[in-house]
């Protein structure tokens, strides 16, 4: 090197003009453990279509993916026998309203007889007073208000009957009338078409899942916190969740709020359901991997400022001023809390320029 360096001497570091850092204490504070849980993107609202009745498939109107509204048929079912069913209970309503109207003027004529059979028997009774009727004519009146009493009774019946026949009429067309709609299968809320599991043809089957319709408006994630955690998460604290959904490939990170907790620990895994709702953002879908991380009581350690770690691979140090020379320093660190390396009040350099190494003279500012 001396016979390459035409002459020159090389200056130690030590004998270098000072360099100036900006420096601070390694000291004790609160620090927080963290810890993550993954879980799976799930809509806070998804419904799952099934028939109510067995028939066949005839139209399916919408195809995974496809946004729908509300009260928009998606699948449509062989229903005519069942419009045969409404044709015959409307014909039958019509039916029992007639009789109500016969009823009724039956009843009609019954009152009208019994008024007359009235005023026939008080006449001849007003007679008989006066011995200008007989025995047998009273007796023959009076029979025939008997009579009329009962007749308008029964007519009062006949009526009541007919009324309720036409009530049972109406239910059972109401009745037909609505299972005549079980044949179109609607959405039930705005959103979209996840999954398809029947072609026009199959038969369909009550309780057989048809298709799938989530609420693409909001989304949670569900993920399982251990047993011994889960004592450190409360509904309504706000998480910071990262999402593998970036255009990059990089995690998207997000808020999120723990909306429940589930009461009862999962047997296998014993750990518990923790749903976190996400904020409404485009590009959010169902299956998607995220992973929420969960911050635990504080307690108190060593730290170093995050600015002053150096991560060279697998290894990371530090910059420690020891009699304004910087000496590198291997730590053991989990995140900014020191586990070994260092110890309380040393001085470290915060934001090393790439000029200070170790042996370096420097001059520290801003502790």
Known sequence: MPACSR??????????????????????????????????????????????????????????????????????LDGRDLAAQVRRARAAGIAADQDVIAAESERQAADDALLLARATHARIAGLHAKRSATEQELDDVTGALRAAEARAAGAVARARSAAADAEGAKAASDAAETTETFSRIAAPFDGVVTEKMVEPGNMAAPGTPLMRVEDARAFRLDVRVDESRVGQIAPGVTVPVALDAGADGAPRMVSGTVTEIGRA????????????????????????FGRAHFSGRPRRAL?????????????????????????????DVSGTEVLAGVSDGEVVIVGAPPTVSDGTRVRAKGQ
């Open 265 to 288: 620990v999962d047997a296998d895994t014993r750990a518990f359901l923790v749903k976190i709702a996400l904020p409404a953002a485009a590009g959010l879908r169902s299956g998607m």
């Open 303 to 331: 730290t170093v400022p995050a600015a002053a770690l150096i991560h060279r691979g697998q290894i990371t140090s530090v910059l420690v001023v020891e009699n304004d020379v910087a000496r590198v320093r291997l730590v």
């Open 7 to 76: 002459g020159t001497t090389a200056v130690p570091a030590e004998a270098a003009d000072a360099i100036t850092v900006t420096v601070a204490t390694v000291g004790i504070a609160d620090v927080s453990d963290t810890f993550e849980a993954g879980g799976v993107v799930e809509a806070q609202t998804t419904a799952t279509l099934t028939a109510r009745l067995l028939a066949p498939v005839r139209e399916v109107l919408a195809s995974p993916g496809d946004r729908v509204q509300s009260g928009q048929v998606l699948i449509v």
